[in-house]
């Protein structure tokens, strides 16, 4: 409650103009970074299947029981501005579905000729508002227990932090992550985690050792003793496998080859290449393939650029083909990149009314009116601080007053000046 004087009680929130403005300038970031720089005013159905753009489901137009379809968000506005919508925040390779068949009595209003079915488009629960392994809503009012979201970037379905398997990263610093069903799925992906995931996977534990081909996945035990006992080594070994495991030992402990090689590892090596003989290739993924590293049921979370350190050889590049992952080496398909589009998008759009006026003045306005903007903002600031510090709410005649004051300083420094001319 305030005071005699009005002022508020020590326990009222102080807003200063300047926090304001710095709330709405994050507001507009992170609004740019959501729409990815999506037009507004027309719809992305033109554009073909669009790389990632911001998009919406509409409950009232496609209610759970009908088909899913998705909405660009130019529609969102044209064409369901009073429905209720599903915020989908992106989806990739999408064509807008709006007026198509799956809508039976709505036609587009901003590009009503369209084929009546996207064949190439992919559906989800989130279509419906339903997200995660729980498939709950979100935000869900009957969910006591606060918890992030996060989104699979394979599946871009989203998912409570407890409901991965294992829990992110405190520090929060990932970049993405792949939730438990695609980990499964690209199993490819748990010969990379053992070397790059943020959360590392153990290299040796008891459990599966992942065969990444999905055939045979083979039981490694550890006996009393904390070694692992291997079949014997087959006897018909070649040389140049000996040399090989020689090198990467030596590579991996920055020490000269030793003179002999464990039985276990020329077996390891032997066996990639009698399995894979391109192996030797170049293929980063048949390097990483002949390591032992832990396939569990959990979800990864991964660090930038971690896509980068992806194999893209022949072979690899036809096995993301089959699992429709080729996105994955994309540098442009992240979510990052795709915000980091909106946000320049946005700069290289938005006009400053400084500037412009600037720009129609001659070279001594110009720096007049420099030197008055900086004028104001200092003092402004300075004038602000004063309150923040005493713990006062800036009311409007504070405001009034400020700007009274500084025309009055403004005159005299005017009126102070000589001019003289030679």
């Not at 980990?183 to 010969?191: D, G, K, Y």
């Not at 990864?300 to 590049?317: A, E, G, Q």
């Not at 104001?376 to 510090?389: H, I, M, S, V, W």
Request: charged share 30%.
């Amino acid at each position: 409650m305030a005071g005699a004087e009005g002022r508020p009680s020590e326990l009222e929130p102080v807003v200063s103009l300047v926090d304001v403005l710095e709330e709405d300038e994050e507001l507009e970031n992170e609004a740019c970074a959501v729409l990815g720089g999506s037009d507004s005013e027309k719809c992305s159905y033109s554009q073909g299947s669009v790389k990632r753009q911001a998009l919406y489901a509409c409950g009232t137009c496609t209610p759970k029981g009908e088909e899913p379809a998705g909405i660009c968000l130019a529609c969102s506005y044209e064409c369901h501005g009073s429905h209720k919508l599903f915020e989908l925040y992106t989806k990739r390779n999408f064509h807008c579905d709006c007026g198509n068949s799956k809508f039976k009595n709505l036609e587009c209003k901003l590009f009503p000729d369209k084929a009546k079915i996207n064949s190439g488009n992919k559906y989800n629960d989130n279509f419906f508002g339903l997200y995660c392994i729980c498939k709950r809503p979100y935000p869900d009012p009957e969910d006591e227990i606060p918890d992030e979201m996060i989104q699979c970037v394979v599946c871009e379905d989203w998912f409570h932090g407890r409901h991965l398997g294992a829990s992110p990263p405190e520090s929060g610093d990932f970049q993405e992550m792949v939730c438990q069903a695609c980990m499964e799925r690209c199993s490819f992906l748990w010969a990379y985690a053992a070397q790059w995931a943020v959360t590392k996977v153990p290299a040796e534990d008891d459990g599966l050792a992942l065969n990444v081909d999905g055939i045979g996945d083979e039981e490694v035990t550890k006996p009393e003793n904390g070694e692992h006992h291997d079949s014997p080594l087959k006897e018909d070994v070649p040389e140049h496998a000996k040399d090989a495991v020689k090198a990467v030992k030596a590579e991996q402990t920055n020490e000269p080859c030793a003179s002999s090689s464990s039985e276990s590892d020329l077996q390891a090596v032997f066996k990639n290449q009698h399995l894979n003989p391109e192996s030797q290739s170049g293929c980063k993924f048949q390097e990483l393939k002949a390591k032992h590293f832990m396939k569990k049921d959990t979800a990864t979370f991964w660090p930038l650029n971690w896509r980068s350190k992806l194999c893209t050889c022949k072979d690899c590049m036809r096995m993301y083909g089959d699992l429709d992952v080729l996105f994955l080496t994309d540098e442009y398909d992240t979510v990052l990149a795709y915000e980091n589009k909106g946000k320049v998008d946005q700069a290289a759009d938005r006009t400053d009314p400084l500037m412009d006026t600037l720009n129609s003045m001659n070279r001594v306005q110009q720096v007049e009116l420099i030197c008055e903007y900086n004028d104001l903002k200092t003092e402004l600031k300075d004038y602000l601080k004063r309150f923040a510090d005493e713990g006062t709410v800036v009311k409007r005649e504070d405001i009034q007053q400020f700007f009274e004051e500084f025309q009055s300083k403004k005159r005299r420094r005017v009126d102070g000046m000589q001019y003289y001319c030679s």
